[in-house]
């Protein structure tokens, strides 16, 4: 049951890194908007990215933050991407209720050939998005992977609940550089809204069938009639600009307030989001016991020492050759 039923157009705060679950009763819809301003910042400022990179790596943050937030338990939402763009690697962990962290992988050369004029889709090109969820040692992970083909992280998104959820859906992604008065340093924000029809009577969400591999040459199978209900939520969240998303000023009730108040939107009490990595030396030190000796004995530097640095933080744990290399492998 919701905690707070207020119509959205009476709660006009805005917050940033947080996630507003909504609900939409006359259109049969439920969803959540993400605000993210000094979390993406502290997410970003680990590594030197581009410009071009963080618009990237924004928007997957703001992707996994709206899909992690929906986990009923403790566990992990991660989204990685394995492409043939110069933005080839994006990995993005979030730890259920509330931390995130993110990391990215590119190619200088490649960017600078593309220029200013790559969008995030182009940037991440063709290749496949997975996305995992981990519920802990005790429970297999459950994995779902789409394709990625040139056309983003949006309509992945939309790929990925047509063929693993059968949920109809709607993602809205953006990222923007904030500039600050004055030639200060420029902040990053990113917001997002997913929407979902879920009617009571579930014939009333059905989605078009896969491609039957032995129809006919010629045929074309038949989809079924779209929903009155969602072909209007999706018209609506169709009306919505990237700077609406994005807008410090314009907090997300009013977003909800602008886009459904004629049919009466509700909110639900905000979730707040925070740039956390996980790591820790006690981990790094885990992880390398889990090798071979003779594996951990060609990881000593010169020095003596072994050194390991997060791909998400950058933090570097040093260990002294003895810590690693005699220790017994974990079982």
Same mark, same amino acid.
């Given at each position: 049951?919701?905690?707070?039923?207020?119509?959205?157009? %009476?709660?006009?705060?805005?917050?940033?890194?947080?996630?507003?679950?909504?609900?939409?009763?006359?259109?049969?819809?439920?969803?959540?908007?993400?605000? /993210?301003?000094?979390?993406?910042?502290?997410?970003?400022?680990?590594?030197?990215?581009?410009?071009?990179?963080?618009? =990237?790596?924004?928007?997957?943050?703001?992707?996994?933050?709206?899909?992690?937030?929906? /986990?009923?338990?403790?566990?992990?939402?991660?989204? *990685?991407?394995?492409?043939?763009?110069?933005?080839?690697?994006?990995?993005?962990?979030?730890?259920?209720?509330?931390?995130? @962290?993110?990391?990215?992988?590119?190619?200088?050369?490649?960017?600078?050939?593309?220029?200013?004029?790559?969008?995030?889709?182009?940037?991440?090109?063709?290749?496949?998005?997975?996305?995992?969820?981990?519920?802990?040692?005790?429970?297999?992970?459950? *994995?779902?992977?789409?394709?990625?083909?040139?056309?983003?992280?949006?309509?992945?998104?939309?790929?990925?609940? %047509?063929?693993?959820?059968?949920?109809?859906?709607?993602?809205?992604?953006? =990222?923007?550089?904030?500039?600050?008065?004055?030639?200060?340093?420029?902040?990053?924000?990113?917001?997002?809204?997913?929407?979902?029809?879920?009617?009571?009577?579930a014939g009333r969400a059905r989605t078009p069938d896969l491609p039957p591999g032995d129809a006919p040459g010629g045929h #074309?199978?038949?989809?079924?009639?779209?929903?009155?209900a969602w072909a209007e939520a999706q018209s609506l969240v169709g009306t919505l600009e990237d700077v609406e998303l994005i807008? %410090?000023?314009?907090?997300?009730? %009013?977003?909800?307030?602008?886009?459904?108040?004629?049919?009466?939107?509700?909110?639900?009490?905000?979730?707040?989001?925070?740039?956390?990595?996980?790591?820790?030396?006690?981990?790094?030190?885990?992880?390398?016991?889990?090798?071979?000796?003779?594996?951990? @004995?060609?990881?000593?530097?010169?020095?003596?020492?072994?050194?390991?640095?997060? #791909?998400?933080?950058? @933090?570097?744990?040093?260990?002294?050759?003895? #810590?690693?290399?005699?220790?017994?492998?974990?079982?």
């Amino acid at each position: 049951m919701p905690t707070d039923t207020q119509p959205a157009d %009476r709660r006009l705060e805005g917050i940033d890194d947080a996630v507003l679950p909504f609900q939409v009763d006359a259109l049969d819809i439920r969803g959540r908007t993400v605000r /993210l301003g000094p979390a993406l910042d502290a997410v970003l400022a680990h590594h030197d990215y581009p410009p071009a990179v963080k618009r =990237v790596l924004g928007e997957a943050v703001a992707l996994t933050v709206l899909l992690g937030t929906s /986990l009923k338990f403790d566990g992990r939402f991660i989204l *990685q991407t394995q492409t043939d763009g110069p933005v080839d690697m994006v990995v993005v962990d979030f730890v259920s209720p509330d931390k995130v @962290r993110a990391y990215a992988r590119f190619d200088k050369a490649a960017l600078a050939e593309g220029g200013v004029l790559l969008t995030p889709a182009a940037l991440l090109g063709r290749g496949h998005l997975a996305m995992t969820i981990d519920q802990g040692l005790s429970v297999h992970r459950y *994995q779902g992977v789409v394709a990625l083909e040139g056309e983003g992280l949006e309509a992945a998104a939309h790929q990925y609940f %047509r063929q693993s959820e059968q949920i109809p859906t709607r993602v809205r992604l953006a =990222v923007g550089e904030e500039m600050r008065p004055g030639g200060g340093p420029s902040s990053w924000r990113a917001g997002g809204l997913l929407a979902q029809f879920l009617p009571a009577e579930a014939g009333r969400a059905r989605t078009p069938d896969l491609p039957p591999g032995d129809a006919p040459g010629g045929h #074309e199978a038949l989809a079924p009639e779209e929903d009155d209900a969602w072909a209007e939520a999706q018209s609506l969240v169709g009306t919505l600009e990237d700077v609406e998303l994005i807008d %410090r000023e314009l907090s997300s009730e %009013r977003l909800l307030y602008r886009l459904f108040h004629e049919r009466g939107v509700r909110v639900f009490d905000a979730k707040p989001v925070v740039a956390h990595c996980t790591c820790s030396r006690e981990r790094v030190a885990g992880v390398l016991a889990s090798f071979e000796a003779e594996e951990r @004995r060609e990881m000593v530097q010169e020095d003596g020492r072994i050194g390991v640095t997060c #791909e998400f933080c950058g @933090r570097t744990y040093g260990f002294a050759a003895e #810590e690693i290399v005699e220790a017994p492998p974990e079982a």
